[in-house]
């Protein structure tokens, strides 16, 4: 592997190439157009508005302060939560919204109130427990992909309370699980029937609830921003490279990097260092997901590791998502 000091010689001049600058130096419409925000979702209006209300404040604040530079081109947020849902929905903004497949690949976690069709019975939290594991889901009619049979895995399944005919409820799930399913499951192994009451998305990794922020939040923040004051903008919008740190990491030289920009793979002799989970197979087999990143931390893009990052030449990164 290429030894760091070769990246820092190879690094180009300021402005040079299509690198950004490093996360921590970059100017507000540079934040803007590649951030993220870790959105606290209101009960009533609908992931895909909420969304659209994101991209049009922030376009907002970008023509104030960079009239000859793009609108963001879009926004993207890690999963769709029903209108009366809230919690957690991380949100990508402009270049950022090509790695929304990120979210695919961690947990989530829901806190949910469990609408019991009479007593819980005495053996309730047992028959909670059993669906602690790998289970059978099929999709609801209403949604927006193919009803097949399919397995999604429960991390963790906790009673935190009952109260008569209602159960409070956490859930740490794998991506994609229907939480809706999961009570009205949780209902009919109970003998007495069950529904999911309010639900709270309280994690989407690597984002959880502690550091939540609202739409008033980001509005008064671009506010202050448009008057010259950051510092609330900045702790709202995050660079997009923080929803990447739950993926294995590969740091590669600038060089390589400006290759990547233009449709290359990673080679061999632009791989600095690799993650050791980046080698290990996900559940089928198959490369995990990874993001590559330069020295100084600018997110390069994403991939599978498919060769040996010792080996003199060839293939290490196969790429998905060009990020520059």
């Not at 028959?127 to 209403?142: D, L, T």
Request: charged share 25%; net charge negative; glycine share 8%.
């Amino acid at each position: 592997m290429t030894d760091a000091s070769d990246a820092d010689a190879d690094a180009p001049a300021d402005g040079e190439g299509p690198l950004r600058a490093p996360p921590g130096e970059r100017s507000v419409p540079e934040l803007l157009r590649f951030g993220v925000v870790n959105l606290d979702k209101p009960a009533g209006p609908s992931s895909h508005q909420v969304s659209a209300w994101v991209r049009d404040a922030i376009d907002e604040t970008l023509a104030a302060l960079d009239p000859e530079g793009p609108p963001t081109g879009g926004v993207a947020h890690s999963g769709t939560l029903d209108p009366k849902v809230t919690g957690c929905l991380p949100t990508l903004t402009g270049d950022a919204t090509r790695m929304a497949q990120v979210f695919l690949e961690g947990t989530k976690e829901y806190v949910a109130v469990l609408e019991i069709h009479g007593s819980a019975p005495a053996d309730f939290e047992d028959v909670v427990a059993e669906f602690e594991s790998e289970i059978y889901q099929k999709p609801p009619r209403k949604s927006a992909v193919s009803r097949r049979l399919r397995t999604r895995t429960i991390h963790d399944l906790d009673v935190l309370e009952v109260d008569d005919r209602q159960a409070l409820i956490r859930i740490r799930c794998e991506s994609g699980t229907y939480v809706r399913k999961l009570c009205h499951d949780i209902g009919l192994a109970t003998g007495v029937g069950a529904h999911m009451g309010h639900l709270r998305r309280t994690a989407t990794d690597p984002f959880d609830d502690r550091d939540l922020h609202t739409l008033q939040d980001l509005v008064d923040a671009l506010a202050w921003a448009e008057d010259g004051d950051d510092a609330l903008l900045r702790e709202v919008v995050r660079p997009a490279e923080d929803a990447l740190t739950h993926l294995p990491a590969v740091t590669v030289a600038r060089s390589a990097a400006r290759s990547v920009a233009t449709g290359a793979p990673v080679y061999a002799p632009g791989v600095i260092d690799v993650d050791d989970a980046a080698a290990r197979p996900d559940r089928d087999g198959d490369p995990p997901l990874v993001a590559c990143f330069t020295p100084d931390g600018v997110a390069v893009c994403l991939g599978r590791v498919v060769g040996d990052p010792d080996a003199e030449s060839g293939t290490v990164v196969a790429l998905e998502r060009v990020l520059l």
